[in-house]
Nanobody, 116 residues
Framework: QVQLVESGGGLVQAGGSLRLSCAASVNIFSLVDMGWYRQAPGKQRELVATLTSFGSTDYGDFVKGRFTIFKNSTKNTLHLQMNNLKPEDTAVYYC??????????WGQGTQVTVSS
């Protein structure tokens, strides 16, 4: 089962930017799809963005063009570029990946806090 390690979270002011990274223990191009989810206190985990092995992307409705999901083949990492952050984006962000015949794996999460 693939191991995923997120990084890049932190504290940022509203309107600022962060880039999250997810390092995988296997070649990311061998994975069916990868993505980012988030969970705020007292709320359910929700989709932020996904990227399939074919290059198709999907974003949560709240993203509205502010976030971009992409892979770095050289570093074997998945990224989430987040711009124009809002206080309501505060949450723990999780990286996820699906392997053929195995299913989904999750990272430990990285905290993103946006101050107003």
């Amino acid at each position: 089962q693939v191991q995923l390690v997120e990084s890049g979270g932190g504290l940022v002011q509203a309107g600022g930017s962060l880039r999250l990274s997810c390092a995988a223990s296997v070649n990311i191009f061998s994975l069916v799809d990868m993505g980012w989810y988030r969970q705020a206190p007292g709320k359910q985990r929700e989709l932020v963005a996904t990227l399939t092995s074919f290059g198709s992307t999907d974003y949560g409705d709240f993203v509205k063009g502010r976030f971009t999901i992409f892979k770095n083949s050289t570093k074997n990492t998945l990224h989430l570029q987040m711009n124009n952050l809002k206080p309501e984006d505060t949450a723990v962000y999780y990286c996820t990946a699906a392997e053929p015949g195995i299913g989904h794996s999750w990272g430990q999460g990285t905290q993103v806090t946006v101050s107003s």
